[in-house]
């Protein structure tokens, strides 16, 4: 078996590594709910001073990076390689966000899931002993997802019930190979998963069985159980992929009632916003850990939490050919060494 290797599915670590800086951008929507106190950059223009969506999520990218830089005192030259990705073709807030700027770069699409498999990259690359320093990072726009996944703004249709809102926000995070007071201590590598819904305004539900699959695998491959974490996160299955979640596990006789929350309800007022089923999109779990979760850790407020970023695999061709919709999960356990 590998070194490292943790059970089937899971990992840790070769050396400590911790979590050092972090940065959130949000939109203004975002800036209205229950975590906009704890950003760091908002702004109540949604194209962030840019003519098009796209470009502005571009700009909230290269903010997070900035404003990540700035905190840790670095400049792009300290930084061995950033793991970055975003819900646009080609991922390119991504990709125009590090040009030119001679940042060795790692594209990834992971949809919703793209926070936590940019942590779980880093973790494995800083833990090998590959690189000392290491950002994770990645970014959604309500608008640019809207006119990419399902209908242009300007149609004026009307949104489902279980439809979610896509954040507006970008989320980085410093990993670097030492020991610090917020460690990454271990982490699953999710399988792709498909419940054969195929309804794009109901991916909460579609992404459920995926965030099942790595959370009982992490369990399994670490031997530990819902009672050692003070929370487990899941990234943006909303309120009714919440209720799937917590019912898949109730078949299998594990009550996570007590410990289960994830970022689509947190990062908004439901009711009081009109987003339906909750938050989504690459920027949901990005800047809920990156302000809330992180903070907490780094305080001692919480001792142990378990990230576990769910992303929704279709693509604007797979849903015209009516596709189901796969659902992959990744999960980070996340320590605070207070």
Request: glycine fraction near 12%; charged fraction near 20%; hydrophobic fraction near 35%.
């Amino acid at each position: 078996m590998a070194q490292n290797k943790i059970g089937k599915q899971s990992f840790h670590p070769a050396e400590p590594v911790c979590i050092s800086n972090w940065a959130s951008i949000a939109g203004k929507k975002e800036a209205e709910g229950p975590l906009g106190h704890l950003f760091d950059l908002t702004d109540t223009d949604t194209k962030f001073g840019e003519k098009t969506w796209e470009q502005a999520e571009k700009k909230m990218q290269q903010l997070a990076l900035q404003t990540l830089l700035k905190k840790a005192n670095l400049k792009n030259s300290d930084l061995d390689v950033v793991f970055s990705g975003d819900l646009l073709n080609q991922c390119i807030g991504s990709s125009f966000t590090l040009r030119n700027t001679g940042i060795p770069h790692i594209g990834l699409y992971g949809a919703c899931s793209t926070m936590a498999e940019s942590l779980l990259l880093a973790t494995m690359t800083a833990g090998g002993g590959y690189a000392d320093k290491v950002v994770a990072m990645t970014s959604s726009h309500f608008a640019s997802s809207e006119r990419q996944y399902r209908f242009p703004l300007g149609y004026g249709g009307q949104r489902t019930p279980t439809a979610q809102w896509t954040v507006t926000g970008s989320g980085a995070a410093l990993v670097e190979r030492k020991h610090g007071t917020v460690e990454l201590t271990s982490a699953t590598v999710g399988t792709v998963t498909d419940l054969g819904l195929t309804d794009a305004t109901n991916m909460g539900c579609a992404m459920a069985p995926a965030a099942f699959q790595t959370i009982r695998a992490h369990f399994d491959d670490t031997h530990t159980a819902p009672e050692d974490f003070d929370l487990i996160v899941t990234g943006d299955l909303g309120s009714l992929g919440k209720e799937v979640l917590m019912y898949l596990f109730r078949k299998e006789g594990i009550s996570i009632g007590g410990k289960i929350t994830d970022c689509g309800n947190l990062v908004f007022d439901a009711p009081k916003q009109d987003v339906h089923a909750g938050g989504s999109g690459c920027g949901c779990s990005a800047i809920v850990l990156c302000s809330e979760l992180l903070s907490k850790l780094q305080s001692g407020k919480l001792k142990k939490i378990l990230f576990c970023g769910t992303g929704a695999l279709l693509s604007p061709t797979s849903t015209q050919q009516n596709l189901p919709i796969p659902g992959v999960c990744h999960g980070v356990c996340i320590e605070s060494r207070r």
